[in-house]
């Protein structure tokens, strides 16, 4: 190494190590002194705080709030990034080839995805109103208990999450769009292949990249989802809308018990990472084929 | 179909889309007493009594401030931070730059319910509980790596020989940093920014656990507990969640560009 590459090398790590240390400090200790905590019983206002091993992982497998909280977390994730997906291109499919007031088009699809959760959260309270809501109006004056009924409570709370998050998709997949050359879409119509089949042989192959992103972007995000939920419907009711999250932070701030409820957070980060890894993983078996 | 008829019909199916938003518009310029009662869909008149409460007697003001504050810091913390260390990966020999990059994207999709606890200990134990400090910190925790990951990506995407140019002619590397990189990744400086700032404006998890009081409770927040006496204020509330989102609006629709080129940034580039 020349005294010129060893001086740059030496300057590199004097610009990273600001933003490392702040990194250091903010994530990766948290996350690894919740891994810690995970490991105790820690009930701060009766001054408990002790090493208590595997047990909060333990008494976790066999309390039916957790199964029932994992059981939402996964049909709430599964449910809202497949709707996602399938909206998303077709909405994609719908902007492709605008041409009048594509800008005001594109507003009008981010609205949804800028405005904070909560907003979000309570606009949707107001539009599920049983008496004054929107949505029984549009449904013809009925008067159902959206966010009071176990049974409609996660497909209203699922509905709001697509409604907030399906512009992402969208936007990732017209962008994709607008990148395929014509000369594919001209070649296949010379070889007299009808709108089915351009879509089915050259378009959605051509989306499936972006949507396996999407599709990770969104999955990690659904599973990590705490706003919509906590103020929506408050996992209520009896429960039907409670994810891991929410039971964490109940756990953590509500009953206080830091231990027990890092353990469930440490839960929340494990099926993240599995995502993540199993994504990460396909990926890299995909271009090792290709 | 003829093209201007199609691309109209596509404006009304997303004007429909974001009708939820406007009825909310609506809910907030409705009378009190017309609320409740649907059908009529459209009310007797407009007033702004709603905006009124909202603005003269809740806490929803000093949480706006909170909110533009934190976010504020958040955003320059964060570039402050990330530009340089965007700039060592994208251009300098950094060592175990690959393993750098995997710790920065990892620690982007640490989920917040997990370090919330340690983290609430660590303000407590600073003493940062109920200020503006904690918040900036917390929300530095998702905002920098995102920043990072955006400005490299950007930064290699500008060709290097006018740097190169620019050191030959004896300028320092801060020199060449300042004048000759720093305006051509200005635009996605842009981008970077305009992310960091919204999802420190969303930010509820954090701002809910650390927050106590109105010195340091964000605009989320403040909606969240927005109070009622005997029944729901929904008209005040629909008129505290406009106030809420105007910032993140007025963003989307006057810098739509930088926000598609960083949304896009952020998920293609591997």
Known sequence: ?290 | MRRPIRDLGVLLLLAGYAVPYFWQVLTSLKPEAELLVLPPVLPSRLTWEHYHVVLEQSLIPRSLVNSLGVACLTTVLALALGLFAAYALARLPVPARGAILLAIVAGSAFPQIATVSPLYLLMRALGLRDTWTALVLANTSFALPLVIWLLAGFIREIPEELEQAAALDGASRLEVFRFVLLPLVAPGVASAALLAFLMSWNEFLFAYTFTATEASRTVPVALALFPGVFEVPWGDIAAASILASLPPILLVAGLQRYLIRGLLAGALRE
């Open chain 1, 1 to 290: 190494m020349t005294p010129r590459q060893r001086a740059a090398r030496r300057e590199g790590v004097l610009y990273l190590a600001p933003a490392l240390l702040a990194l250091g400090a903010l994530t990766v200790y948290p996350g690894l002194w919740v891994l810690w905590l995970s490991l105790q019983q820690r009930v701060p206002i009766f001054g408990i705080e002790r090493f208590d091993g595997l047990a909060n992982y333990l008494f976790l497998l066999a309390d039916p709030r957790f199964w029932s909280a994992t059981r939402v977390t996964l049909a709430f994730t599964l449910a809202s990034v497949a709707l996602e997906v399938i909206l998303g291109v077709a909405v994609a499919l719908a902007l492709w080839g605008q041409r009048l007031g594509r800008r005001l088009a594109l507003g009008l699809l981010l609205l949804a995805w800028a405005l904070p959760t909560v907003v979000t959260a309570k606009m949707f309270e107001w539009l599920y109103h049983p008496a004054a809501g929107l949505v029984n109006l549009l449904l013809g004056g009925r008067e159902l208990n959206w966010l009071g009924d176990p049974a409609l409570a996660l497909p209203g709370l699922i509905l709001a999450d697509v409604w907030r998050t399906m512009p992402f998709v969208a936007l990732l997949c017209y962008a994709r769009l607008l990148g395929i050359p014509a000369e594919l879409y001209e070649a296949a119509q010379v070889d007299g292949a009808g709108p089915a089949a351009i879509l089915r042989l050259i378009t959605l192959p051509m989306l499936r990249r972006i949507l396996l992103i999407a599709a990770l972007f969104r999955t990690l995000d659904a599973l990590r989802a705490f706003d919509l939920m906590f103020v929506l419907t408050r996992g209520g009711p009896a429960g039907t809308t409670e994810t891991l999250t929410v039971y964490a932070y109940r756990s953590l701030f509500q009953t206080l018990q830091l231990g027990f409820g890092s353990a469930v957070g440490v839960v929340v980060f494990a099926l993240v990472m599995l995502v993540a890894w199993a994504y990460l993983r396909a990926q890299r078996r995909e271009e090792a084929a290709s």
